[in-house]
């Protein structure tokens, strides 16, 4: 649920940004059920999903967290990298992060009719709890126990707060070397 990259490597195409937050609630074979755009959103969605799952920095991150995380170890990751783009937007971005994140909500927002039931009732959640919270290491914590609560069977995510804090300075050494690459691969897609 890397919500902040997908929103940040969208570009300034509103339908777009769009589909590729609605990547992780649409599933299967894409049709023309939604308008062009969003179709490409929402591939785009896919295809960086695809990219960060090869890329050498998100493996090697993927394998500095302990393997009784399993297959969450993935989850973890992407919300740890959406951690590392919040502390550092200014870095990456011209726009002030607040402003962003407002912007990006009111484009969700004018867009609610299309937004698939789950994303939709999301929303304030996301927009004014979680990526908020990712500035700050006990604000992951608090996503991920969330999160944990929600899959319904037992799984580890509560704990990945613990795991961010170990390894945090090889973790933010991967996302500074895995960003630019999925910025550049983006760039290739959308040209920006």
């Known amino acids: ?19 590729n937050m609605m990547g992780d609630f649409v599933k299967g074979v894409l049709d023309d059920s939604y308008p062009p755009r969003i179709t490409r ?6 295809l960086i999903d695809s990219f960060a799952g090869r890329h050498p920095s998100f493996l090697a991150s993927k394998r500095r967290i302990s393997p009784e995380y399993g297959h969450y ?7 740890y990298y959406d951690h590392f783009l919040a502390v550092e937007w200014d870095r990456f971005a011209e726009e002030p992060f607040e402003r962003f994140i407002a912007t990006a ?4 927002e004018e867009h ?19 990526l908020p919270s990712y500035r ?16 319904g069977r037992p ?9 961010l ?13 895995f960003l630019p690459d999925a910025k550049g691969y983006v760039a290739t897609l959308i040209g920006r």
Request: net charge negative; proline share 4%; no cysteine.
């Open 155 to 163: 799984n580890p995510l509560g704990a990945g707060g613990d795991e």
């Open 73 to 79: 170890r993935a989850v973890l990751v992407d919300l």
């Open 136 to 151: 700050n290491v006990d604000g992951v914590a608090t996503v991920l126990r969330r999160m944990a609560g929600r899959v």
């Open 41 to 46: 959103g929402l591939e785009l969605h896919r």
């Open 112 to 130: 609610a009719g299309i937004l698939p039931e789950r994303l939709r009732t999301r929303l304030p959640d996301i927009f004014t709890e979680w």
């Open 1 to 19: 649920m890397n919500f902040l990259a997908h929103l940040y490597l969208s570009g300034n195409d509103p339908e777009i940004l769009v589909g």
């Open 165 to 177: 804090v170990r390894h945090y300075g090889e973790l933010r050494s991967d996302f500074f070397q």
């Open 105 to 108: 909500r009111q484009t969700m």
